[in-house]
């Protein structure tokens, strides 16, 4: 009898203390890959349960009828990003029907999570939906020689990133790592300011 209890003692601690470690648990944005260009529709069933996440779109210009006009459309088909806790991307990834699977690391071979601040400052850019936003495979080369650098001042105010030429324009990019970068449309030098001794922080994966 004595022996039973103890052992249900020990079951109730780890019981308590599997909780306690759960209830403490951050969210973190996930980098997902949709299959069959099922982001939006991803994107809805996330928004109905309050979740948030964000789908990189930018306007696009088509012909209708004879007529120009403007679409917002996903820039980069498959991709969703998602802020969850870890048990709670589990349980989502194994009750929902529609078609998720993580973005793997290639070298700790563990699912892509993007830190807050690098997550900011890539919304700062793909948000504003503009349709001169050019949209590159994550972490080529020459992404090493910009200049780190903060805009000041204009639709990406706050962004912090890489200032190089992309396509004969100056423009700040943002990269995640393994993911997808972007580049902002043309961005004047006076409205940035080079980042002499940057946070890790805030820069995190920038380069």
């Keep these: 009898m004595v022996h039973h209890c103890k052992k249900n003692t020990i079951f ?10 759960k209830g403490r648990e951050d969210e973190v944005w996930y980098a997902l890959r949709v299959t069959y260009n099922r982001e939006l529709k991803v994107k809805a069933d996330l928004d109905t349960r309050g979740v948030t996440n964000f789908v990189p779109m930018q306007y696009r210009r088509e012909e209708r009828g004879g ?28 009750s929902t029907d529609l078609p998720i699977r993580y973005i793997m690391n290639r070298e700790t071979h563990k699912p892509i999570t993007v830190p807050n601040k690098e997550m900011e400052n890539f919304i700062k850019v793909a948000g504003t939906y503009d349709e001169k936003l050019i949209y590159l495979d994550s972490d080529p080369g020459g992404f090493t020689k910009g200049e780190r650098v903060r805009v000041i001042g204009g639709p990406f105010a706050g962004a912090e990133g890489i200032f190089l030429r992309v396509k004969g324009d100056r423009r700040v990019l943002i990269n995640i790592p393994g ?29």
């Design 12 to 21: 109730a601690i780890v019981e308590v203390r599997t909780i306690i470690k």
């Design 67 to 94: 007529v120009m006009v403007k679409r917002l459309v996903p820039s980069v088909h498959n991709l969703i990003f998602v802020k969850m806790k870890p048990s709670e991307m589990t349980e989502y990834k194994r």
């Design 179 to 207: 993911v997808v970068a972007v580049a902002s449309t043309y961005v004047h030098p006076s409205m940035i300011e080079k980042i002499t001794d940057p946070d890790d922080d805030h820069l995190d994966n920038a380069l």
